[in-house]
């Protein structure tokens, strides 16, 4: 069987070596001359018309006859490019472009290369140098980098800045990781007090209530059952908990993911503390349209272990602000409220618990000297 295979590859090198040279281009080429027609298959029965027309090769490897066929369509789509381009020049001949040269079998002894060809490298270069531009912007974020974000009192004088952990801050956007955290948390929060009553704990006899046979009625043995109105419930909800187990690691994922989109969005703000000074709901509502007028939704971030009572005095009437200390900020929270606010302790007390060590000293907030200071000196 080998000593056959190998006379065939002899015969098949030997009648492609003496086989004259196929055209790649015809003089009057056309758009529908360019489209060559794919060779039968081995098994066809057109195959088997035009057996003798074929190349020994395509008959003891359809691999080659695929290989043959790329061919083609390559030569296709090099000349429909010409065609598009300037036709006048005549079809180009297999050539790579490297740079400002063109190295071919026919143009390499020119040393020219075609301008139109030329500027078309240009433009390509110039869109994948701008292409590349933009995926460099877009990787910016995403990238774990620490962040400075302007820090402001609640009376909005400036207060400096501070340095965001770009493990919280700045972590890519897991979509899938913060749709599974939101539904543990909502899954968590059910009540899953839904009950309904089975056969033994609905009212109503437990006698039969006609005879076996003779009636011409189906057989019962109670009025108890699911079939008769006021009946037993079967396989109904139960009271039970829909709650299920998520690692810590995937819901300390969601929460950064979704403070990183928030600080993305440009839409968390830092406070150096949560004390409006004043309780009245007038004057949070006030501050409110001012500091926030796109926002709809606003949820601040005290960092102490309860929110401050003049914060929570002030907002309690308004539906569309709420108040949560730094250790109930949750994924779903977040994602409700257009607006988050967040002091500066509670930045800090976020870092703590997310990072997997004790966070270290943190440098002092860089306060930024008032206009009379500035003026004395």
Same mark, same amino acid.
């Given at each position: 069987?080998?000593?056959?295979?190998?006379?065939?590859?002899?015969?098949?090198?030997?009648?492609?070596?003496?086989?004259?040279?196929?055209? !790649?281009?015809?003089?009057?080429?056309?758009?529908?001359?360019?489209?060559?027609?794919?060779?039968?298959?081995?098994?066809?029965?057109?195959?088997?018309?035009?057996?003798?027309?074929?190349?020994?090769?395509?008959?003891?490897?359809?691999? /080659?006859?695929?290989?043959? %066929?790329? !061919?083609?369509? #390559?030569?296709? /789509?090099?000349?429909?490019?010409?065609?598009?381009?300037?036709?006048?020049?005549?079809?180009?001949?297999?050539?790579?472009?490297?740079?400002?040269?063109?190295?071919? *079998?026919?143009?390499?002894?020119?040393?020219?290369?075609?301008? /139109?060809?030329?500027?078309?490298?240009?433009?390509?270069? /110039?869109?994948?140098?701008?292409?590349?531009?933009?995926?460099?912007?877009?990787?910016?974020?995403? $990238?774990?980098? %620490?962040?400075?974000?302007?820090?402001?009192?609640? *009376?909005?004088?400036?207060?400096?800045?501070?340095?965001?952990?770009? $493990?919280? #801050?700045?972590?890519?956007? =897991?979509?899938?990781?913060?749709?599974?955290?939101?539904?543990?948390?909502?899954?968590?929060? =059910?009540?899953?007090?839904?009950? $309904?009553?089975?056969?033994?704990?609905?009212?109503?006899?437990?006698?039969?209530?006609?005879?076996? &046979?003779?009636?011409?009625?189906?057989?019962?043995?109670?009025?108890?059952?699911?079939?008769?109105?006021?009946?037993? $419930?079967?396989?109904?909800?139960?009271?039970?908990?829909?709650?299920?187990?998520?690692?810590?690691?995937?819901?300390?994922?969601? !929460? &950064?993911?979704? +403070?990183?989109?928030?600080?993305?969005?440009?839409?968390?703000?830092?406070?150096?503390?949560?004390?409006?000074?004043?309780?009245?709901? &007038?004057?949070?509502?006030?501050?409110?349209?001012?500091? #926030?007028?796109?926002?709809?939704?606003?949820? #601040?971030?005290?960092?102490?272990?309860?929110? %401050?009572?003049?914060?929570?005095?002030?907002?309690?009437?308004?539906?569309?602000?709420?108040? @949560?200390?730094?250790?109930?900020?949750?994924?779903?929270?977040?994602?409700?409220?257009?607006? +988050?606010?967040?002091?500066?302790?509670?930045?800090?007390? !976020?870092?703590?618990?997310? +990072?997997?060590?004790?966070?270290?000293?943190?440098?002092? @907030?860089?306060?930024?000297?008032?206009?009379?200071?500035?003026?004395?000196?």
């Amino acid at each position: 069987m080998a000593a056959r295979v190998a006379a065939r590859l002899l015969r098949a090198s030997a009648g492609a070596a003496s086989a004259p040279k196929r055209i !790649l281009f015809p003089a009057s080429s056309s758009r529908s001359s360019l489209v060559q027609p794919s060779p039968p298959l081995p098994h066809s029965r057109a195959f088997s018309r035009t057996a003798s027309h074929q190349s020994p090769i395509s008959q003891i490897s359809p691999a /080659a006859t695929r290989l043959r %066929d790329s !061919l083609i369509c #390559f030569e296709s /789509a090099w000349q429909r490019r010409w065609l598009s381009s300037d036709p006048s020049k005549g079809p180009p001949d297999m050539a790579f472009s490297t740079g400002s040269e063109v190295v071919g *079998s026919a143009g390499a002894g020119s040393g020219s290369a075609d301008p /139109a060809e030329k500027d078309l490298g240009e433009d390509t270069v /110039a869109a994948e140098v701008a292409g590349a531009g933009e995926q460099v912007g877009e990787a910016e974020w995403g $990238t774990y980098h %620490d962040r400075r974000v302007a820090v402001r009192s609640f *009376s909005g004088e400036a207060r400096g800045e501070a340095v965001l952990d770009g $493990t919280i #801050f700045d972590v890519p956007i =897991r979509k899938d990781i913060v749709h599974r955290v939101v539904c543990w948390q909502l899954a968590k929060r =059910r009540q899953g007090t839904h009950s $309904t009553k089975r056969v033994g704990e609905v009212r109503g006899s437990s006698s039969k209530p006609w005879k076996q &046979k003779g009636t011409g009625q189906a057989r019962h043995g109670s009025r108890r059952g699911p079939q008769f109105r006021g009946g037993a $419930t079967m396989h109904g909800p139960k009271p039970r908990s829909h709650a299920f187990s998520l690692n810590k690691k995937v819901r300390a994922l969601g !929460l &950064k993911a979704a +403070l990183s989109a928030r600080l993305r969005e440009g839409q968390l703000v830092l406070y150096s503390d949560l004390n409006p000074g004043s309780p009245k709901t &007038k004057d949070m509502a006030q501050h409110i349209a001012m500091a #926030f007028p796109d926002s709809k939704k606003i949820l #601040f971030v005290d960092g102490s272990q309860r929110a %401050d009572e003049t914060l929570l005095r002030a907002s309690g009437n308004l539906h569309y602000v709420n108040v @949560l200390p730094v250790v109930g900020l949750n994924v779903y929270s977040i994602l409700q409220h257009d607006a +988050l606010v967040v002091s500066l302790p509670a930045v800090r007390a !976020l870092e703590h618990r997310l +990072l997997s060590s004790k966070h270290p000293a943190l440098p002092a @907030l860089e306060e930024k000297p008032s206009a009379a200071a500035a003026a004395a000196q």
